[in-house]
Protein backbone atom coordinates (compact mmCIF):
# COMPACT_ATOMS: atom_id res chain seq x y z
CA UNK A 1 0.00 0.00 0.00
CA UNK A 2 1.24 3.32 -1.01
CA UNK A 3 0.74 6.35 0.54
CA UNK A 4 -2.55 7.22 -0.91
CA UNK A 5 -3.65 9.51 2.08
CA UNK A 6 -3.36 12.59 0.08
CA UNK A 7 -5.45 12.32 -3.30
CA UNK A 8 -7.88 10.29 -0.80
CA UNK A 9 -8.59 13.34 1.78
CA UNK A 10 -8.73 15.09 -1.12
CA UNK A 11 -11.33 13.59 -2.94
CA UNK A 12 -14.14 15.70 -0.92
CA UNK A 13 -16.63 16.12 -3.50
CA UNK A 14 -19.73 14.15 -3.64
CA UNK A 15 -20.50 11.43 -5.85
CA UNK A 16 -16.59 11.75 -6.68
CA UNK A 17 -15.84 8.08 -4.84
CA UNK A 18 -13.59 7.13 -8.27
CA UNK A 19 -10.95 9.84 -7.02
CA UNK A 20 -10.81 8.68 -3.51
CA UNK A 21 -9.53 5.00 -5.31
CA UNK A 22 -6.80 6.75 -7.67
CA UNK A 23 -3.61 5.32 -6.50
CA UNK A 24 -0.93 7.24 -5.44
CA UNK A 25 0.46 9.70 -7.65
CA UNK A 26 3.68 7.91 -8.30
CA UNK A 27 5.25 7.09 -11.55
CA UNK A 28 5.56 3.33 -10.25
CA UNK A 29 1.62 3.55 -10.28
CA UNK A 30 0.97 4.02 -13.99
CA UNK A 31 1.80 1.63 -17.08
CA UNK A 32 2.53 1.86 -20.84
CA UNK A 33 -0.93 0.25 -22.75
CA UNK A 34 0.52 -2.01 -25.61
CA UNK A 35 0.46 -0.10 -28.84
CA UNK A 36 1.79 -2.11 -32.07
CA UNK A 37 4.82 -0.02 -33.19
CA UNK A 38 5.77 1.74 -29.89
CA UNK A 39 8.08 1.09 -26.91
CA UNK A 40 7.93 3.14 -23.53
CA UNK A 41 10.58 5.53 -23.10
CA UNK A 42 9.76 6.92 -19.10
CA UNK A 43 6.48 7.33 -17.09
CA UNK A 44 6.71 10.11 -14.43
CA UNK A 45 4.08 11.22 -12.22
CA UNK A 46 3.99 14.06 -9.27
CA UNK A 47 1.14 16.26 -7.67
CA UNK A 48 0.59 19.92 -9.19
CA UNK A 49 -1.45 21.99 -6.31
CA UNK A 50 -3.11 25.33 -7.54
CA UNK A 51 -1.70 25.11 -11.00
CA UNK A 52 -3.01 28.01 -12.97
CA UNK A 53 -2.08 27.56 -16.60
CA UNK A 54 -0.79 29.94 -18.77
CA UNK A 55 -1.67 32.86 -21.36
CA UNK A 56 -0.68 30.70 -25.01
CA UNK A 57 -3.28 32.53 -27.17
CA UNK A 58 -5.75 34.05 -25.24
CA UNK A 59 -8.48 31.95 -25.00
CA UNK A 60 -11.55 32.44 -23.49
CA UNK A 61 -11.39 29.28 -21.46
CA UNK A 62 -9.36 30.59 -19.46
CA UNK A 63 -12.17 32.27 -17.74
CA UNK A 64 -13.52 28.19 -16.87
CA UNK A 65 -9.79 28.35 -14.65
CA UNK A 66 -10.90 28.85 -10.87
CA UNK A 67 -9.77 31.31 -8.70
CA UNK A 68 -7.42 28.88 -6.54
CA UNK A 69 -5.75 27.09 -9.93
CA UNK A 70 -6.22 23.12 -10.06
CA UNK A 71 -4.72 20.40 -8.61
CA UNK A 72 -4.00 17.18 -10.11
CA UNK A 73 -1.84 14.52 -10.68
CA UNK A 74 0.37 15.23 -13.42
CA UNK A 75 1.31 12.17 -15.75
CA UNK A 76 3.75 12.35 -18.36
CA UNK A 77 4.20 8.87 -20.35
CA UNK A 78 7.07 9.23 -22.79
CA UNK A 79 7.62 6.89 -25.97
CA UNK A 80 9.51 6.13 -29.42
CA UNK A 81 8.27 4.37 -32.53
CA UNK A 82 11.02 2.46 -33.02
CA UNK A 83 13.11 3.16 -35.94
CA UNK A 84 11.69 6.25 -36.51
CA UNK A 85 14.19 8.53 -33.94
CA UNK A 86 11.11 10.52 -31.95
CA UNK A 87 10.39 10.82 -28.70
CA UNK A 88 6.61 11.43 -28.03
CA UNK A 89 5.20 12.41 -24.71
CA UNK A 90 1.75 12.44 -23.57
CA UNK A 91 0.85 14.63 -20.66
CA UNK A 92 -2.28 13.90 -18.65
CA UNK A 93 -3.88 14.98 -15.77
CA UNK A 94 -5.60 13.56 -13.32
CA UNK A 95 -7.50 16.05 -11.21
CA UNK A 96 -7.74 14.77 -7.36
CA UNK A 97 -10.17 17.42 -5.77
CA UNK A 98 -12.66 17.53 -8.25
CA UNK A 99 -13.02 14.88 -10.80
CA UNK A 100 -16.02 14.48 -12.99
CA UNK A 101 -15.06 10.86 -14.35
CA UNK A 102 -14.88 12.39 -18.39
CA UNK A 103 -11.42 12.27 -19.94
CA UNK A 104 -10.84 15.01 -22.68
CA UNK A 105 -7.71 14.92 -25.17
CA UNK A 106 -7.04 18.15 -26.42
CA UNK A 107 -5.91 19.27 -29.74
CA UNK A 108 -3.42 21.54 -30.64
CA UNK A 109 -3.13 24.62 -32.99
CA UNK A 110 -1.09 25.27 -36.09
CA UNK A 111 1.92 23.28 -36.55
CA UNK A 112 1.91 21.92 -32.74
CA UNK A 113 -0.12 18.41 -32.36
CA UNK A 114 -1.35 19.53 -29.05
CA UNK A 115 -1.39 22.35 -26.12
CA UNK A 116 -0.03 21.39 -23.05
CA UNK A 117 -0.89 23.38 -19.90
CA UNK A 118 -2.51 26.65 -21.81
CA UNK A 119 -5.69 27.87 -20.72
CA UNK A 120 -8.42 25.38 -22.28
CA UNK A 121 -6.73 22.13 -20.74
CA UNK A 122 -6.52 24.35 -17.24
CA UNK A 123 -9.98 25.82 -17.70
CA UNK A 124 -11.11 21.90 -18.64
CA UNK A 125 -9.31 20.21 -15.26
CA UNK A 126 -10.11 23.22 -13.17
CA UNK A 127 -14.00 22.40 -13.87
CA UNK A 128 -12.82 18.17 -13.10
CA UNK A 129 -12.07 16.70 -16.49
CA UNK A 130 -9.06 14.64 -16.74
CA UNK A 131 -7.30 16.21 -19.79
CA UNK A 132 -5.00 15.12 -21.59
CA UNK A 133 -2.81 16.26 -25.24
CA UNK A 134 0.58 15.65 -26.68
CA UNK A 135 3.73 17.03 -27.97
CA UNK A 136 3.62 15.17 -31.23
CA UNK A 137 7.32 13.91 -30.74
CA UNK A 138 8.73 17.69 -31.56
CA UNK A 139 8.87 21.11 -30.04
CA UNK A 140 7.63 23.92 -32.22
CA UNK A 141 8.21 27.30 -31.82
CA UNK A 142 4.55 29.04 -32.70
CA UNK A 143 6.52 32.33 -33.19
CA UNK A 144 9.15 30.62 -35.51
CA UNK A 145 9.32 28.40 -38.73
CA UNK A 146 8.51 24.78 -39.07
CA UNK A 147 12.35 24.04 -40.48
CA UNK A 148 14.03 22.75 -36.94
CA UNK A 149 12.05 19.88 -36.62
CA UNK A 150 10.55 19.22 -39.99
CA UNK A 151 13.26 19.39 -42.34
CA UNK A 152 16.55 16.92 -41.85
CA UNK A 153 18.52 17.92 -44.25
CA UNK A 154 17.53 20.26 -47.71
CA UNK A 155 15.43 18.01 -49.70
CA UNK A 156 14.53 15.41 -46.80
CA UNK A 157 11.42 15.69 -44.65
CA UNK A 158 10.84 14.02 -41.49
CA UNK A 159 7.98 12.21 -42.49
CA UNK A 160 7.56 9.93 -39.54
CA UNK A 161 6.97 13.39 -37.19
CA UNK A 162 4.86 14.68 -40.17
CA UNK A 163 2.85 11.26 -39.81
CA UNK A 164 2.64 12.42 -35.78
CA UNK A 165 1.51 15.64 -36.79
CA UNK A 166 -1.20 14.64 -39.05
CA UNK A 167 -2.76 11.45 -36.75
CA UNK A 168 -1.10 8.71 -35.35
CA UNK A 169 -0.05 10.67 -32.53
CA UNK A 170 -3.91 11.93 -31.78
CA UNK A 171 -4.80 7.98 -31.92
CA UNK A 172 -2.34 6.77 -29.01
CA UNK A 173 -2.83 10.00 -27.06
CA UNK A 174 -6.54 8.34 -26.71
CA UNK A 175 -5.48 5.07 -25.80
CA UNK A 176 -2.44 6.00 -23.37
CA UNK A 177 -4.80 8.50 -22.10
CA UNK A 178 -8.03 5.99 -20.87
CA UNK A 179 -5.57 3.75 -19.79
CA UNK A 180 -3.59 6.41 -17.68
CA UNK A 181 -7.44 7.70 -16.46
CA UNK A 182 -8.59 4.19 -15.62
CA UNK A 183 -5.27 2.84 -13.74
CA UNK A 184 -5.11 6.50 -11.67
CA UNK A 185 -8.81 5.99 -10.98
CA UNK A 186 -8.60 2.37 -10.73
CA UNK A 187 -12.13 2.35 -13.30
CA UNK A 188 -12.28 3.97 -16.57
CA UNK A 189 -13.75 7.48 -17.67
CA UNK A 190 -17.36 6.87 -18.35
CA UNK A 191 -16.72 9.41 -21.60
CA UNK A 192 -14.17 10.86 -23.47
CA UNK A 193 -14.01 13.44 -25.60
CA UNK A 194 -11.84 15.31 -28.11
CA UNK A 195 -11.47 19.49 -27.71
CA UNK A 196 -9.88 21.06 -30.72
CA UNK A 197 -9.88 24.38 -32.05
CA UNK A 198 -7.97 24.95 -35.50
CA UNK A 199 -5.61 22.47 -35.87
CA UNK A 200 -7.39 20.68 -33.53
CA UNK A 201 -10.28 21.04 -35.29
CA UNK A 202 -8.99 19.77 -37.99
CA UNK A 203 -7.56 16.89 -35.87
CA UNK A 204 -10.86 16.45 -34.30
CA UNK A 205 -12.33 15.51 -37.89
CA UNK A 206 -8.93 13.26 -38.94
CA UNK A 207 -10.12 11.37 -36.03
CA UNK A 208 -13.59 10.81 -36.58
CA UNK A 209 -12.66 9.59 -40.16
CA UNK A 210 -9.20 7.19 -39.20
CA UNK A 211 -9.79 6.47 -35.40
CA UNK A 212 -13.83 6.61 -35.36
CA UNK A 213 -13.88 5.03 -32.13
CA UNK A 214 -11.28 6.88 -30.10
CA UNK A 215 -14.14 9.43 -28.80
CA UNK A 216 -17.67 9.57 -27.56
CA UNK A 217 -18.05 12.95 -28.90
CA UNK A 218 -15.78 15.14 -30.79
CA UNK A 219 -15.67 18.81 -31.03
CA UNK A 220 -13.82 20.65 -33.90
CA UNK A 221 -13.83 24.24 -33.52
CA UNK A 222 -12.84 26.35 -36.02
CA UNK A 223 -11.29 23.69 -37.53
CA UNK A 224 -8.73 23.50 -40.85
CA UNK A 225 -10.89 21.14 -42.82
CA UNK A 226 -9.25 20.52 -46.59
CA UNK A 227 -5.87 21.22 -44.24
CA UNK A 228 -3.65 21.10 -47.15
CA UNK A 229 -5.12 23.47 -50.15
CA UNK A 230 -6.77 25.03 -46.78
CA UNK A 231 -3.09 26.39 -45.77
CA UNK A 232 -2.16 26.68 -49.10
CA UNK A 233 -5.40 29.42 -49.76
CA UNK A 234 -3.53 31.75 -46.94
CA UNK A 235 -0.95 32.25 -49.39
CA UNK A 236 -3.80 33.55 -51.48
CA UNK A 237 -3.79 37.21 -50.32
CA UNK A 238 -0.05 37.39 -50.51
CA UNK A 239 0.14 36.09 -53.96
CA UNK A 240 -2.67 38.96 -55.20
CA UNK A 241 -0.47 41.76 -53.62
CA UNK A 242 2.65 40.09 -55.33
CA UNK A 243 0.81 40.04 -58.87
CA UNK A 244 -0.17 43.23 -58.82
CA UNK A 245 2.41 44.87 -56.91
CA UNK A 246 -0.04 46.24 -54.68
CA UNK A 247 0.43 46.22 -50.80
CA UNK A 248 -2.78 47.96 -48.98
CA UNK A 249 -2.14 49.27 -45.43
CA UNK A 250 -3.53 47.48 -42.47
CA UNK A 251 -5.32 50.54 -42.42
CA UNK A 252 -7.11 50.07 -44.92
CA UNK A 253 -8.01 46.46 -44.82
CA UNK A 254 -9.49 47.24 -41.18
CA UNK A 255 -11.71 49.90 -43.01
CA UNK A 256 -13.34 47.74 -45.42
CA UNK A 257 -13.73 45.04 -43.09
CA UNK A 258 -15.90 47.55 -40.44
CA UNK A 259 -17.57 48.94 -43.97
CA UNK A 260 -18.71 45.79 -44.82
CA UNK A 261 -19.46 44.62 -41.22
CA UNK A 262 -21.38 48.14 -40.52
CA UNK A 263 -23.46 47.45 -44.01
CA UNK A 264 -24.30 44.10 -42.62
CA UNK A 265 -24.69 44.46 -39.47
CA UNK A 266 -28.64 45.18 -39.17
CA UNK A 267 -29.66 42.34 -41.74
CA UNK A 268 -30.63 40.00 -39.03
CA UNK A 269 -32.84 42.55 -37.48
CA UNK A 270 -30.74 43.68 -34.74
CA UNK A 271 -27.57 46.33 -35.17
CA UNK A 272 -25.60 44.75 -32.62
CA UNK A 273 -21.78 45.33 -34.58
CA UNK A 274 -21.47 41.75 -35.79
CA UNK A 275 -22.98 39.84 -39.51
CA UNK A 276 -25.03 36.61 -38.66
CA UNK A 277 -26.71 36.63 -42.33
CA UNK A 278 -23.72 36.69 -44.41
CA UNK A 279 -26.65 35.15 -47.15
CA UNK A 280 -28.12 38.68 -47.40
CA UNK A 281 -24.68 40.38 -47.49
CA UNK A 282 -24.27 42.15 -50.80
CA UNK A 283 -21.99 45.19 -49.94
CA UNK A 284 -21.35 47.27 -52.94
CA UNK A 285 -17.65 47.50 -51.96
CA UNK A 286 -17.13 50.00 -55.10
CA UNK A 287 -19.57 52.51 -52.68
CA UNK A 288 -15.72 52.93 -50.67
CA UNK A 289 -13.74 53.73 -53.87
CA UNK A 290 -11.56 57.16 -52.87
CA UNK A 291 -12.67 57.46 -49.09
CA UNK A 292 -9.90 58.95 -47.37
CA UNK A 293 -9.39 57.24 -44.16
CA UNK A 294 -7.33 58.30 -40.99
CA UNK A 295 -4.42 56.40 -40.81
CA UNK A 296 -1.57 56.86 -38.18
CA UNK A 297 -2.55 60.44 -38.07
CA UNK A 298 -2.52 61.05 -41.76
CA UNK A 299 -5.26 61.14 -44.68
CA UNK A 300 -4.79 57.51 -46.83
CA UNK A 301 -6.77 57.55 -49.39
CA UNK A 302 -8.73 54.09 -50.06
CA UNK A 303 -7.52 53.10 -54.13
CA UNK A 304 -9.25 51.32 -56.46
CA UNK A 305 -6.32 48.94 -56.42
CA UNK A 306 -6.87 48.46 -52.71
CA UNK A 307 -10.20 47.77 -53.64
CA UNK A 308 -9.37 45.40 -56.26
CA UNK A 309 -6.68 43.32 -54.20
CA UNK A 310 -9.87 43.20 -51.27
CA UNK A 311 -12.49 41.64 -53.94
CA UNK A 312 -9.78 39.15 -55.11
CA UNK A 313 -9.10 38.09 -51.41
CA UNK A 314 -12.94 37.81 -50.46
CA UNK A 315 -13.46 35.49 -54.41
CA UNK A 316 -10.51 32.87 -53.03
CA UNK A 317 -7.68 31.44 -54.75
CA UNK A 318 -8.81 30.84 -58.76
CA UNK A 319 -6.37 29.56 -61.22
CA UNK A 320 -4.86 31.35 -64.30
CA UNK A 321 -8.43 30.64 -66.27
CA UNK A 322 -10.48 32.60 -62.76
CA UNK A 323 -11.82 28.90 -61.83
CA UNK A 324 -12.36 28.71 -57.95
CA UNK A 325 -9.89 26.59 -56.11
CA UNK A 326 -10.61 26.64 -52.67
CA UNK A 327 -13.50 29.38 -50.97
CA UNK A 328 -12.29 32.88 -50.61
CA UNK A 329 -12.05 35.34 -47.06
CA UNK A 330 -15.59 35.85 -44.93
CA UNK A 331 -16.66 40.12 -45.94
CA UNK A 332 -16.66 41.47 -42.86
CA UNK A 333 -13.77 39.09 -41.28
CA UNK A 334 -10.62 41.23 -40.13
CA UNK A 335 -7.67 40.27 -42.33
CA UNK A 336 -4.68 41.80 -40.37
CA UNK A 337 -2.88 41.44 -37.08
CA UNK A 338 -2.72 38.39 -35.07
CA UNK A 339 -2.87 35.45 -37.60
CA UNK A 340 -4.00 37.80 -39.91
CA UNK A 341 -3.40 36.19 -43.78
CA UNK A 342 -3.21 40.08 -45.34
CA UNK A 343 -0.43 41.95 -43.16
CA UNK A 344 1.86 43.90 -44.84
CA UNK A 345 5.48 45.97 -44.13
CA UNK A 346 4.63 49.67 -44.25
CA UNK A 347 6.83 52.69 -42.91
CA UNK A 348 5.67 55.48 -40.84
CA UNK A 349 4.57 57.21 -44.19
CA UNK A 350 2.22 54.58 -44.48
CA UNK A 351 3.91 53.39 -47.44
CA UNK A 352 3.96 49.86 -47.96
CA UNK A 353 6.41 48.19 -49.94
CA UNK A 354 5.61 44.39 -49.23
CA UNK A 355 3.79 41.52 -47.53
CA UNK A 356 4.05 39.69 -44.30
CA UNK A 357 2.69 36.37 -45.34
CA UNK A 358 1.64 33.79 -43.01
CA UNK A 359 4.17 31.39 -41.73
CA UNK A 360 2.66 28.25 -41.75
CA UNK A 361 1.44 28.88 -45.08
CA UNK A 362 4.83 29.61 -46.51
CA UNK A 363 6.07 26.68 -44.28
CA UNK A 364 3.79 24.50 -46.42
CA UNK A 365 5.00 26.24 -49.70
CA UNK A 366 8.52 26.00 -49.31
CA UNK A 367 9.09 22.71 -46.91
CA UNK A 368 6.00 20.24 -47.60
CA UNK A 369 5.69 21.01 -51.35
CA UNK A 370 9.25 22.53 -52.21
CA UNK A 371 11.14 20.35 -49.60
CA UNK A 372 13.38 23.54 -50.00
CA UNK A 373 14.12 25.71 -46.98
CA UNK A 374 15.26 28.43 -49.58
CA UNK A 375 12.52 28.78 -52.00
CA UNK A 376 10.76 31.85 -52.04
CA UNK A 377 6.95 31.99 -52.63
CA UNK A 378 7.02 35.37 -53.86
CA UNK A 379 8.61 34.10 -57.10
CA UNK A 380 5.46 31.62 -57.89
CA UNK A 381 3.45 32.10 -61.12
CA UNK A 382 0.00 31.86 -61.13
CA UNK A 383 0.43 28.29 -62.68
CA UNK A 384 2.76 27.00 -60.39
CA UNK A 385 0.43 28.28 -57.64
CA UNK A 386 -2.40 26.92 -58.84
CA UNK A 387 -1.41 23.45 -59.85
CA UNK A 388 -0.52 23.14 -56.01
CA UNK A 389 -3.84 23.18 -54.82
CA UNK A 390 -3.62 19.58 -56.87
CA UNK A 391 -0.24 18.41 -55.70
CA UNK A 392 -0.76 19.19 -51.81
CA UNK A 393 -4.74 17.39 -52.20
CA UNK A 394 -2.30 14.53 -53.83
CA UNK A 395 0.43 14.32 -51.35
CA UNK A 396 -0.66 15.53 -48.24
CA UNK A 397 -4.69 15.43 -48.43
CA UNK A 398 -5.02 11.85 -47.68
CA UNK A 399 -2.49 11.51 -44.50
CA UNK A 400 -4.35 14.65 -42.92
CA UNK A 401 -7.37 12.99 -44.00
CA UNK A 402 -9.70 16.13 -42.78
CA UNK A 403 -12.02 16.55 -45.77
CA UNK A 404 -14.05 13.19 -45.78
CA UNK A 405 -17.19 13.22 -46.19
CA UNK A 406 -18.24 10.26 -45.16
CA UNK A 407 -18.48 9.82 -41.93
CA UNK A 408 -20.13 6.53 -41.97
CA UNK A 409 -18.26 4.54 -39.32
CA UNK A 410 -18.22 7.27 -36.90
CA UNK A 411 -21.89 7.68 -36.99
CA UNK A 412 -22.88 3.72 -37.02
CA UNK A 413 -20.91 3.63 -33.78
CA UNK A 414 -23.49 5.64 -32.54
CA UNK A 415 -20.55 8.94 -32.17
CA UNK A 416 -21.49 12.59 -32.32
CA UNK A 417 -19.94 15.14 -33.67
CA UNK A 418 -20.34 19.11 -32.97
CA UNK A 419 -18.19 21.67 -34.55
CA UNK A 420 -19.00 25.31 -34.84
CA UNK A 421 -16.35 28.05 -36.64
CA UNK A 422 -15.84 31.56 -36.05
CA UNK A 423 -17.62 33.99 -39.13
CA UNK A 424 -14.91 36.60 -37.79
CA UNK A 425 -12.03 34.27 -38.11
CA UNK A 426 -9.47 36.27 -39.56
CA UNK A 427 -7.27 33.12 -40.37
CA UNK A 428 -9.34 30.00 -41.58
CA UNK A 429 -12.53 31.29 -43.43
CA UNK A 430 -15.83 30.54 -42.68
CA UNK A 431 -16.29 29.39 -46.69
CA UNK A 432 -13.93 26.09 -46.28
CA UNK A 433 -15.89 24.54 -42.92
CA UNK A 434 -19.23 25.61 -44.60
CA UNK A 435 -18.66 23.91 -48.31
CA UNK A 436 -17.18 20.67 -46.29
CA UNK A 437 -20.24 20.28 -44.02
CA UNK A 438 -22.56 20.95 -47.18
CA UNK A 439 -20.29 18.28 -48.61
CA UNK A 440 -21.23 15.80 -45.76
CA UNK A 441 -25.11 16.53 -46.11
CA UNK A 442 -25.19 16.08 -49.48
CA UNK A 443 -23.27 12.45 -49.52
CA UNK A 444 -25.76 11.63 -46.49
CA UNK A 445 -28.92 12.86 -48.11
CA UNK A 446 -27.63 10.80 -51.25
CA UNK A 447 -28.05 7.86 -48.57
CA UNK A 448 -30.77 8.95 -47.16
CA UNK A 449 -29.29 9.70 -43.77
CA UNK A 450 -29.92 12.84 -41.65
CA UNK A 451 -26.72 14.58 -41.13
CA UNK A 452 -28.47 16.11 -37.89
CA UNK A 453 -28.46 12.75 -36.37
CA UNK A 454 -25.10 12.64 -35.46
CA UNK A 455 -22.84 16.08 -36.79
CA UNK A 456 -23.89 19.52 -36.06
CA UNK A 457 -22.30 22.90 -36.91
CA UNK A 458 -23.09 25.96 -35.98
CA UNK A 459 -21.69 29.63 -37.06
CA UNK A 460 -20.29 32.12 -34.56
CA UNK A 461 -21.25 35.49 -35.43
CA UNK A 462 -18.49 38.43 -34.51
CA UNK A 463 -16.39 35.50 -32.96
CA UNK A 464 -12.65 35.46 -34.31
CA UNK A 465 -10.01 32.23 -34.92
CA UNK A 466 -10.70 30.04 -31.69
CA UNK A 467 -11.69 33.65 -29.71
CA UNK A 468 -13.60 36.59 -29.37
CA UNK A 469 -13.09 39.92 -28.87
CA UNK A 470 -14.64 41.52 -25.35
CA UNK A 471 -17.82 42.11 -25.76
CA UNK A 472 -18.82 39.15 -28.72
CA UNK A 473 -20.27 35.90 -27.90
CA UNK A 474 -18.64 33.06 -27.80
CA UNK A 475 -19.41 29.32 -27.48
CA UNK A 476 -17.74 28.80 -23.87
CA UNK A 477 -19.61 25.78 -23.24
CA UNK A 478 -19.92 23.97 -26.29
CA UNK A 479 -18.69 20.38 -24.46
CA UNK A 480 -21.21 20.38 -22.33
CA UNK A 481 -23.93 20.65 -25.35
CA UNK A 482 -22.08 17.92 -26.67
CA UNK A 483 -21.89 16.13 -23.43
CA UNK A 484 -26.09 16.14 -23.28
CA UNK A 485 -25.80 15.30 -26.65
CA UNK A 486 -23.63 12.51 -25.79
CA UNK A 487 -24.83 11.07 -22.34
CA UNK A 488 -28.36 12.15 -22.59
CA UNK A 489 -29.60 12.22 -26.32
CA UNK A 490 -30.34 15.83 -25.87
CA UNK A 491 -29.41 17.40 -29.54
CA UNK A 492 -28.14 21.02 -29.34
CA UNK A 493 -30.79 23.20 -31.59
CA UNK A 494 -29.26 26.22 -30.05
CA UNK A 495 -25.39 26.85 -29.07
CA UNK A 496 -25.55 28.89 -26.09
CA UNK A 497 -22.80 31.52 -25.50
CA UNK A 498 -20.65 33.84 -23.23
CA UNK A 499 -20.39 37.43 -23.54
CA UNK A 500 -16.94 38.26 -22.34
CA UNK A 501 -16.39 41.29 -20.82
CA UNK A 502 -14.25 43.62 -18.57
CA UNK A 503 -17.35 44.15 -16.38
CA UNK A 504 -17.96 40.69 -15.92
CA UNK A 505 -19.46 37.84 -18.12
CA UNK A 506 -23.01 37.77 -19.43
CA UNK A 507 -25.11 35.29 -21.44
CA UNK A 508 -25.10 36.25 -24.81
CA UNK A 509 -27.11 35.48 -28.25
CA UNK A 510 -27.54 31.77 -28.88
CA UNK A 511 -26.20 30.02 -32.44
CA UNK A 512 -28.22 29.01 -34.59
CA UNK A 513 -27.79 24.92 -35.99
CA UNK A 514 -26.69 25.48 -39.39
CA UNK A 515 -28.18 26.21 -42.36
CA UNK A 516 -30.49 28.01 -39.78
CA UNK A 517 -29.65 31.54 -39.68
CA UNK A 518 -30.33 33.88 -36.46
CA UNK A 519 -33.04 36.48 -36.83
CA UNK A 520 -34.69 38.73 -34.82
CA UNK A 521 -38.27 39.28 -34.72
CA UNK A 522 -40.68 41.64 -32.34
CA UNK A 523 -37.46 41.77 -30.47
CA UNK A 524 -37.13 38.19 -29.67
CA UNK A 525 -34.84 36.01 -31.46
CA UNK A 526 -35.08 32.87 -33.41
CA UNK A 527 -33.18 31.00 -35.74
CA UNK A 528 -34.88 30.18 -38.56
CA UNK A 529 -33.97 28.56 -42.81
CA UNK A 530 -31.98 30.28 -44.41
CA UNK A 531 -33.00 32.40 -48.05
CA UNK A 532 -36.10 34.15 -46.13
CA UNK A 533 -36.08 38.00 -45.24
CA UNK A 534 -36.03 39.13 -41.84
CA UNK A 535 -38.90 41.25 -40.41
CA UNK A 536 -36.83 44.12 -39.87
CA UNK A 537 -40.17 46.54 -39.35
CA UNK A 538 -39.15 46.45 -35.45
CA UNK A 539 -35.34 47.28 -36.15
CA UNK A 540 -33.58 48.20 -33.21
CA UNK A 541 -30.22 50.18 -32.62
CA UNK A 542 -28.00 48.74 -30.66
CA UNK A 543 -28.82 50.98 -27.81
CA UNK A 544 -32.22 50.38 -27.29
CA UNK A 545 -31.25 46.50 -26.63
C1 LIG B 1 4.35 17.65 -15.52
O1 LIG B 1 5.46 16.81 -15.56
C2 LIG B 1 6.32 16.99 -16.67
C3 LIG B 1 7.37 15.91 -16.64
O2 LIG B 1 8.09 15.95 -15.46
C4 LIG B 1 6.90 18.38 -16.59
O3 LIG B 1 7.72 18.60 -17.72
C5 LIG B 1 5.77 19.39 -16.57
O4 LIG B 1 6.27 20.69 -16.44
C6 LIG B 1 4.79 19.09 -15.46
N1 LIG B 1 3.65 19.96 -15.56
C7 LIG B 1 3.29 20.81 -14.60
C8 LIG B 1 2.10 21.65 -14.89
O5 LIG B 1 3.86 20.90 -13.56
C1 LIG C 1 -44.37 40.68 -35.30
O1 LIG C 1 -45.29 41.74 -35.30
C2 LIG C 1 -46.05 41.85 -36.51
C3 LIG C 1 -46.86 43.15 -36.41
O2 LIG C 1 -47.51 43.20 -35.16
C4 LIG C 1 -46.87 40.61 -36.70
O3 LIG C 1 -47.62 40.71 -37.91
C5 LIG C 1 -45.96 39.41 -36.75
O4 LIG C 1 -46.71 38.22 -36.84
C6 LIG C 1 -45.07 39.34 -35.51
N1 LIG C 1 -44.10 38.28 -35.66
C7 LIG C 1 -43.90 37.35 -34.72
C8 LIG C 1 -42.87 36.32 -35.02
O5 LIG C 1 -44.49 37.36 -33.66
C1 LIG D 1 -35.53 44.98 -44.27
O1 LIG D 1 -34.35 44.41 -44.84
C2 LIG D 1 -34.49 44.11 -46.20
C3 LIG D 1 -33.24 43.36 -46.64
O2 LIG D 1 -32.10 44.13 -46.45
C4 LIG D 1 -34.71 45.41 -46.97
O3 LIG D 1 -34.87 45.11 -48.34
C5 LIG D 1 -35.96 46.09 -46.44
O4 LIG D 1 -36.13 47.32 -47.06
C6 LIG D 1 -35.87 46.29 -44.95
N1 LIG D 1 -37.11 46.78 -44.43
C7 LIG D 1 -37.18 47.71 -43.52
C8 LIG D 1 -38.55 48.08 -43.08
O5 LIG D 1 -36.19 48.25 -43.04
Known sequence: MRASKNLLAASIFAGQSLAAKMSACFSESFSFPTILGTELHSITASLVKGYKGFVAFGRPEAALIEPGGVDFCNVTVSYKHPTHEDLVSVHVWLPTAKYNERLVDLGGGGWAAGEVGAEVMTGLASQGYAVASTDGGYDHNHFGTADPWLMKSPGNLDYPLIVNFAHRSLHELAVISKHIVAEGYGAKAKFAYWHGCSTGGRQGMAIANKYPDDFDGI?????????????????????????????????????????????????????????????????????????????????????????????????????????????????????????????????????????????????????????????????????????????????????????????????????????????????????????????????????????????????????????????????????????????????????STVVLGSEGNRAGTPICDYPKVANWENGSFTCRESGGQPDNSSKRQKDEL
Open 219 to 495: LASCPGVDYPALVLSLYWPQFVMNQRKVYPHACEFEFLAQAVTKACDGLDGVIDGVVSRLDLCHFDLQTLAGKVIECNGKPLQVSQDTLEVYKAILKGPVDPQGNELVGGATPGANLVGFLGIANTVCDEDNNCARGRPFTIATDWIRLMLKKDPQFDPAKLTHEEYARMFRDVRQEWGHLFGSNEPDLGRFRMLGKKMLAWHAMNDQVIPLSHMRGHFDKVRAADELRGITTSDYYRYFEVPGASHCGAADGVAYPMHALEALRSWVEEGIAPEEL
